[in-house]
Nanobody, 122 residues
Framework: QLAESGGKLVQPGESLRLSCVASGENFDDYAVGWFRQAPGKGREGLSCLSTSGYEYSQLVKGRFTMSIDDDRDTVFLEMSRLKPDDTGVYYC???????????????????WGKGTLVTVSS
């Protein structure tokens, strides 16, 4: 199971860190990613970590940074220079290594958290 936290209302230009904790096992055998669903839109991949390293969508490259803790059971998404377009529900998701084409594609991911809401508004 995955559980996201850290979402809240922030003003444009501010920073925010989201967390995703895995229960039962860590991410050693999984690719894990961060995804976002804006109001009225489909789910989109933002960043992911796999055996190939970190990947980022062009939407957030340079503003968002993904990381993982030493126990490899918690991943973080550091978001900076937030914009109103960043508003949405943020999800983490995982898939067994080797069992996907791209860990930035929502349809390739098997295990999803319930999401955490980020609202960027003045």
């Amino acid at each position: 199971q995955l559980a996201e936290s850290g979402g809240k209302l922030v003003q444009p230009g501010e920073s925010l860190r989201l967390s995703c904790v895995a229960s039962g096992e860590n991410f050693d055998d999984y690719a894990v990613g961060w995804f976002r669903q804006a109001p009225g839109k489909g789910r989109e991949g933002l960043s992911c970590l796999s055996t190939s390293g970190y990947e980022y969508s062009q939407l957030v490259k340079g503003r968002f940074t993904m990381s993982i803790d030493d126990d490899r059971d918690t991943v973080f998404l550091e978001m900076s220079r937030l914009k109103p377009d960043d508003t949405g529900v943020y999800y983490c998701a995982a898939v067994a290594e080797g069992d996907y084409n791209s860990c930035l594609q929502p349809y390739d991911m098997d295990i999803w958290g319930k999401g955490t809401l980020v609202t960027v508004s003045s």
